[in-house]
């Protein structure tokens, strides 16, 4: 699904349009798992070694050479350290599983000793359709200032008129690391510069 960005637009839309389709009609569970730092990829590897299935949404990135001063186009995960489980508890599948596979650090709840949160279909395909439209409308907002600490409300993408605060500027200049209130609990969101406002 995070395949390279050189492919053409209508191919990006067929895959997202099959995948969201999928979720629709799969009777999956979705779990929301926080990984160890840096293990977004690792979790994934040993999730799906159990069977299950993994979704880890990208955006696009630039990254700096240590040498010269090129950037180079690249993905990293939409929510820094969490990915998505779908489990089929119809053959068995539990999020004990997924809590003892490598780079697991623990399965998001609304409580410590609450049952795992569950993304609907519904949340599911709004975070496919911003991480598509991320992907396809790559693009950076000038004119607006963000600080540390600037109250911010989202104006695109899955959490549309999610309200959060500023907590880092990545160093690109073209993203915001904001915290937000989402999945029962408070989240930190790389989100980029054309999806957020000043509120």
Do not use: H
Request: glycine share 8%.
């Amino acid at each position: 699904m995070n395949g390279p960005r050189d492919i053409g637009g209508t191919a990006i839309c067929r895959v997202y349009s099959t995948v969201q389709a999928l979720v629709r009609i799969a009777e999956l569970d979705w779990i929301v798992v926080q990984t160890n730092p840096r293990c977004e990829l690792r979790a994934c590897a040993g999730i799906e070694a159990t069977g299950a299935l993994t979704y880890l949404p990208m955006i696009p990135a630039l990254r700096k050479r240590k040498r010269g001063k090129k950037a180079i186009e690249t993905s990293k995960p939409m929510f820094s350290r969490y990915l998505f489980v779908g489990l089929n508890r119809k053959v068995g599948m539990t999020c004990d599983q997924v809590r003892s596979c490598d780079g697991v650090e623990k399965i998001l709840a609304a409580e410590p000793d609450a049952p795992a949160y569950l993304v609907s279909a519904r949340e599911m395909e709004l975070i496919m359709e911003a991480e598509k439209s991320a992907q396809l409308e790559k693009k950076s907002v000038e004119g607006q200032a963000f600080e540390v600490g600037d109250n911010v409300v989202l104006i695109a993408g899955a959490f549309v008129d999610c309200r959060g605060q500023v907590q880092d500027i990545k160093s690109n200049g073209e993203s915001l690391r904001v915290e937000l209130d989402v999945f029962g609990r408070s989240t930190n969101v790389i989100v980029p510069l054309d999806k957020v406002a000043l509120r």
